[in-house]
């Protein structure tokens, strides 16, 4: 294959991902975005395998396969609590191949290395191995079996800060002097033990920017390998990817009213309680005045967080819903961008709980609408409905946008316990005239509202 | 890599990043899942560095470091591609969509 039939094969496959991108813009296209996006990665494959440089076929076909027998249960069974998990993985995985490739690549380059491209594969290899760890630590986190709380000391960023410099360090060094080859072993362990660092220090709440940072880092680091091997496709795939990880974790951001150093550096939720709850009295409620309560209002907006996920509830709240709605009750929810543990979770939880995403509202879409609202069901959230964050300066939430849940004519909190959200702060809405409380675990709770509502007598339901 | 590749190169990063920004910024949230496994299965695109470093022939530190790259990244290109059209999968209207609604989708999508 010549390689001028080769450049306009990789010039198709990346005109592929961009359209696979444009077509993810909606639900009705997306597919198609996502066939066409294999159909790109199918046509760089082939084109780069009946390319004269690959020579020897054998260690090729054998991991292809292996890839294959690996990634397709990790694409079709894994679960939709466990994607945040599944993303981390593949975050590491892709970052490793981009820092092994970097590395094979200096060893054998080096000493010819020019300034230009040792600086690309330096930055590659420092962000593929950090990524590869942060990510491992971030699945780890992730699936339960790191622990959760962000890990911090006394000095801590002072000595991350040190470790990030020391590899930018070693990184100039070798853009300098390219024969100093026992640096790299350096700069791999640098890269290594920084994205530990990194990633260790993150709470549970902060997981969504995290993962859509090192979304980002691992599209850089596929980017620069594309600089390194002066291939096209590869600098504009990581361009797509590394610009999609940032615009994503800015959303995140915004969505805490945080900034990035502050997300790094900033240690969110791992002072535990701050400042001392008091006790208050709260309003307390059961399964039975709440379905009375659904039952007679026109628009219901529920509001469903990290806590109902994880309670496994969506599929009872979806229950609840439908029941509601052939009552002739309108039912919306509220997502909140931080709802789940990356963005976008919680629509996908409920996606497959078969809620119809017509139904499902941002932020923006549905805050108007709440004073409108005769009943907001809150389940399984808590700092993102908090008022707090409107109004009190010296709260650590201030500014953080939340569902105005406050605004609706009444509240009813479906909550475990007492206990205060990621942020460990209480939550005033709890203590308002028109909250009720309905403690207990939400899918037991919704089942029972669920239940009470099914045993009330039919209603005349005008039509809509 | 030349002088002229590099500039060349960086005008690609740019723009493409550039591109990236504007494509993206018109995905709505309820779809970021499906964008982040997306763009996971379009970056494993680094695939094709690795094939040609496992299968250059330049000694066994090459192909090792090569294949074990290949394997890492042909995971991510099947589990990728596989997982978002499954979450794709699940989206879907009310199944009755009542007609004042149905006018009012495209603006709320668009958020």
């Known amino acids: 294959m010549s390689s001028l039939v080769l450049g306009l094969v990789y010039l198709v496959s990346a005109a592929c991902f961009v359209l696979a991108l444009k077509w993810l813009s909606h639900p009705t296209t997306a597919r198609r975005g996502v066939k066409t996006g294999?159909?790109?990665?199918?046509?760089?494959?082939?084109?780069?395998?009946?390319?004269?440089?690959?020579?020897?076929?054998?260690?090729?076909?054998?991991a292809l396969v292996?890839?294959?027998?690996?990634?397709?249960?990790?694409?079709?069974?894994?679960?939709?609590?466990?994607?945040?998990?599944?993303?981390?993985?593949?975050?590491?995985?892709?970052?490793?191949a981009a820092g092994l490739v970097g590395t094979a690549e200096f060893y054998l380059q080096k000493p010819d290395l020019g300034g230009v491209t040792m600086t690309a594969l330096g930055l590659e290899v420092l962000l593929g191995y950090l990524t590869f760890t942060g990510?491992?630590?971030?699945?780890?986190?992730?699936?339960?079996?790191?622990?959760?709380?962000?890990?911090v000391y006394?000095?801590?960023?002072?000595?991350?800060?040190?470790?990030?410099?020391?590899?930018?360090?070693?990184?100039?060094?070798?853009?300098?002097?390219?024969?100093?080859?026992?640096?790299?072993?350096?700069?791999?362990?640098?890269a290594l033990v920084f994205g530990v660092m990194l990633v260790i220090r993150i709470g549970g709440a902060d997981m969504p920017t995290v993962i859509s940072l090192l979304n980002s880092y691992a599209g850089l680091s596929a980017s620069m390998m594309g600089f390194v091997l002066g291939n096209e496709l590869l600098i504009i795939a990581g361009a797509l990817d590394g610009s999609s990880g940032l615009l994503l974790s800015i959303?995140?951001?915004?969505?805490?009213?945080?900034?990035?150093?502050?997300?790094?550096?900033?240690?969110?939720?791992?002072?535990?309680?701050?400042?001392?709850?008091?006790?208050?009295?709260?309003?307390?409620?059961?399964?039975?005045?709440?379905?009375?309560?659904?039952?007679?209002?026109?628009?219901?907006?529920?509001?469903?967080?990290?806590?109902?996920?994880?309670?496994?509830?969506?599929?009872?709240?979806?229950?609840?819903?439908d029941i509601l709605m052939a009552r002739g009750v309108e039912v919306r929810f509220a997502i909140h961008p931080v709802a789940g543990r990356m963005p976008g979770h919680m629509n996908v939880l409920l996606a497959e709980a078969n809620v119809p995403y017509d139904q499902m509202f941002d932020l923006e879409a549905i805050n108007p609408e709440l004073p409108q609202a005769d009943v907001a069901l809150v389940v399984g959230a808590n700092d993102v409905v908090n008022?707090?964050?409107?109004?009190?300066?010296?709260?650590?939430?201030?500014?953080?946008?939340?569902?105005?849940?406050?605004?609706?004519r009444s509240t009813i909190v479906v909550k475990r316990s007492m206990r205060s959200g990621f942020a460990g702060i209480d939550n005033e809405l709890f203590y308002l005239d028109k909250t009720q409380m309905l403690f207990g675990d939400a899918k037991q709770v919704i089942g029972q509202v669920v239940d009470e509502l099914s045993k009330l007598p039919a209603k005349e339901v005008a039509p809509a | 890599?030349?002088?002229?590749?590099?500039?060349?190169?960086?005008?690609?990063?740019?723009?493409?990043?550039?591109?990236?920004?504007?494509?993206?910024?018109?995905?709505?949230?309820?779809?970021?899942t499906p964008l982040m496994s997306l763009t996971n299965a379009i970056?494993?695109?680094?695939?094709?560095?690795?094939?040609?470093?496992?299968?250059?022939?330049?000694g066994t530190v090459a192909t090792v470091l090569g294949a074990v790259a290949v394997f890492a990244s042909m995971t991510n290109v099947v589990s990728g591609f596989l997982i978002t059209d499954r979450m794709l999968k699940m989206f879907h209207r009310r199944s009755a969509p009542k007609k004042p609604r149905r006018s009012r989708q495209p603006e709320e999508m668009a958020r």
Not at chain 1, 42 to 56: C, D, F, G, K, V
Not at chain 1, 165 to 190: E, Y
Request: net charge neutral; hydrophobic share 50%.
């Open chain 1, 38 to 62: 294999e159909i790109g990665m199918l046509l760089a494959i082939i084109a780069t395998l009946l390319n004269q440089q690959i020579i020897e076929y054998r260690w090729i076909l054998i």
């Open chain 1, 66 to 96: 292996l890839g294959s027998i690996v990634g397709t249960p990790l694409g079709l069974l894994v679960p939709m609590t466990a994607v945040p998990q599944r993303t981390a993985l593949s975050h590491s995985f892709g970052a490793l």
């Open chain 1, 135 to 151: 990510s491992l630590i971030a699945f780890g986190k992730l699936q339960g079996v790191v622990r959760d709380r962000p890990f």
């Open chain 1, 154 to 190: 006394r000095g801590q960023n002072l000595l991350n800060l040190s470790i990030l410099a020391a590899g930018l360090v070693v990184v100039g060094l070798l853009v300098a002097d390219p024969g100093r080859s026992t640096l790299f072993p350096v700069l791999i362990a640098v």
């Open chain 1, 251 to 321: 959303i995140m951001c915004r969505a805490m009213n945080r900034s990035f150093a502050n997300v790094l550096f900033g240690g969110f939720g791992a002072k535990g309680t701050l400042g001392q709850i008091e006790e208050r009295a709260v309003r307390s409620t059961s399964p039975e005045e709440t379905a009375f309560l659904l039952d007679g209002a026109r628009l219901v907006v529920v509001v469903p967080g990290y806590g109902a996920a994880a309670a496994q509830a969506q599929h009872k709240i979806r229950e609840l819903s």
């Open chain 1, 387 to 408: 008022p707090v964050a409107r109004h009190d300066q010296r709260s650590p939430i201030y500014g953080m946008p939340i569902v105005d849940v406050d605004q609706a």
């Open chain 2, 1 to 32: 890599m030349t002088q002229e590749q590099l500039e060349v190169g960086l005008y690609i990063f740019v723009l493409a990043s550039f591109l990236g920004f504007a494509v993206v910024t018109r995905i709505p949230g309820l779809l970021h």
């Open chain 2, 43 to 58: 970056s494993a695109i680094s695939l094709v560095g690795s094939l040609i470093l496992a299968g250059s022939g330049e």
